[in-house]
């Protein structure tokens, strides 16, 4: 098993920044893409970031490209989410994420392992 345990969300002023984090711990997820997903009440999990067991290759999704920059850090087991430039809609539930193979996909669908997510909150 992995456990995946987010942190860095909160509450900030809309342009303002957040970074979040994610420690995975538990059985080695060897070259598996990870990434970062989100989700409000009501609707679909949705995908905002993946990036490569590399750190050489991201994607994301068009409502934060340019803002939010995905990164890895393997011998530390973590990734990150920089977020710049937040606005009010990008408040919601922050979920880190990890496949158990090594298939590099945006699928939320496709994710095995999960954190508990962590809340951003944006006030405008």
């Known amino acids: 098993q992995v456990q995946l345990v987010e942190s860095g969300g909160g509450l900030v002023q809309a342009g303002g920044s957040l970074r979040l984090s994610c420690v995975a711990s538990?059985?080695?997820?060897?070259?598996?893409?990870m990434g970062w997903f989100r989700q409000a009440p009501g609707k679909e999990r949705e995908f905002v970031a993946v990036?490569?067991?590399?750190?050489?290759?991201?994607s994301y999704a068009d409502s934060v490209k340019g803002r939010f920059t995905i990164s890895r850090d393997n011998a530390k087991k973590t990734i990150y989410l920089q977020m710049n430039s937040l606005k009010p809609e990008d408040t919601t539930v922050y979920y880190c994420?990890?496949?158990?193979?090594?298939?590099?996909?945006?699928?939320?669908?496709?994710?095995?392992?999960w954190g508990q997510g962590t809340q951003v909150t944006v006030s405008s």
């Open positions: 994420a990890a496949r158990s193979s090594d298939y590099y996909t945006t699928s939320a669908a496709a994710y095995d392992y």
């Open positions: 538990g059985r080695t997820l060897g070259t598996s893409p």
């Open positions: 990036i490569d067991w590399s750190g050489g290759y991201a």
